[in-house]
């Protein structure tokens, strides 16, 4: 069983930066970070390899950063709009199961 806790959420401007933290309690592969919005499915933002290989949605290439140290995974957001506002799962597999964090609400309002 892996654990993942995760931190960094919050209420921004627009334009303003967050960094998220997610924090897994066992070796993992690949790491990623969904988000939530209300009325909305759940979707893929970014994702790192082990190895470091890194993907993102289009939505958010060039604004978000995904970087990750052994089994803990963050993710820099920049210049952040309202269309950002969600809440944000991390979500971490390996070799046969994937694991969800909790969520960690983040808000870009005026």
């Known amino acids: 069983q892996v654990q993942l806790v995760e931190s960094g959420g919050g209420l921004v401007q627009p334009g303003e930066s967050l960094r998220l933290s997610c924090a897994a309690s066992a070796t993992v592969n690949t790491m990623s970070w969904y988000r939530q919005a209300p009325g909305k499915q759940r979707e893929l933002v970014a994702s790192i390899s082990a190895s470091g290989f890194s993907d993102y949605a289009r939505s958010v290439k060039g604004r978000f950063a995904i970087s990750r140290d052994r089994s803990t995974v963050y993710l820099q957001m920049n210049s952040l709009n309202t269309d950002d506002t969600a809440v944000y799962y991390c979500?971490?597999?390996?070799?046969?199961?994937?694991?969800w964090g909790q969520g960690t609400q983040v808000t870009v309002s005026s």
């Open positions: 979500f971490a597999t390996t070799q046969f199961l994937g694991y």
